[in-house]
């Protein structure tokens, strides 16, 4: 058996928690004020994300059957506007590459997987959101040609970032 990408399935939802850990731990970590230290998802709640066909999982599986990776997505289509173009959009929610995985290529490949799967299902683009706590997964998605299309901005009230 090789490396693969594929969907993922109930018997994958203890790796894809413990890899969800590994993601709170980053944002928790780089904005303590806004990220608790939990997880996204509870094993329900995830449960209910694999049966859905609007929210594609994908796993990374090693050779030894081992997770190495997660990618989760939701096809999105703009409803009830008259300013958007009736476009089909896979947006990424959350890539995840195990920490003892990195720089093997592993969250490279995901996202070749999810943009080869948003090609097929007729999508017209791939989105996601970065936060700017963490650079290292800005310089990963701009390494893959992603380009900023909108900048999310905020104001902290609470007088630190008074101007």
């Known amino acids: 058996m090789s490396?693969?990408?594929r969907f993922a399935m109930e018997n994958d939802i203890p790796a894809i928690m413990e890899l969800l850990k590994q993601v709170n731990r980053v944002h928790q970590e780089g904005r303590p004020d806004l990220f608790k230290?939990?997880?996204k998802y509870t094993e329900k709640e995830l449960s209910d994300i694999l049966k859905?066909?609007?929210?594609p999982v994908f796993v990374y599986e090693d050779a030894d059957g081992k997770i190495l990776g997660h990618g989760f997505c939701?096809?999105?289509?703009?409803e009830?506007?008259?300013l958007l173009h009736d476009l089909l959009t896979l947006y990424i929610d959350d890539i995840c590459v195990d920490e003892a995985a990195?720089?093997?290529k592993v969250g490279r490949k995901i996202y070749e997987h999810i943009?080869?799967?948003a090609r097929r299902c007729g999508c017209y683009n791939v989105t996601l959101n970065v936060w700017s706590?963490?650079?290292?997964?800005?310089k990963f998605y701009e390494s893959l040609g992603l380009l900023p299309y909108k900048v999310g901005m905020e104001k902290i009230l609470n007088g630190k970032n008074e101007a």
């Open 102 to 104: 990195r720089g093997r």
């Open 115 to 117: 943009v080869s799967y």
């Open 3 to 5: 490396d693969t990408v």
């Open 52 to 55: 859905n066909d609007k929210t």
């Open 74 to 78: 939701v096809l999105q289509r703009p």
């Open 37 to 39: 230290l939990a997880t």
């Open 80 to 82: 009830n506007t008259n």
């Open 133 to 138: 706590c963490n650079p290292g997964a800005m």
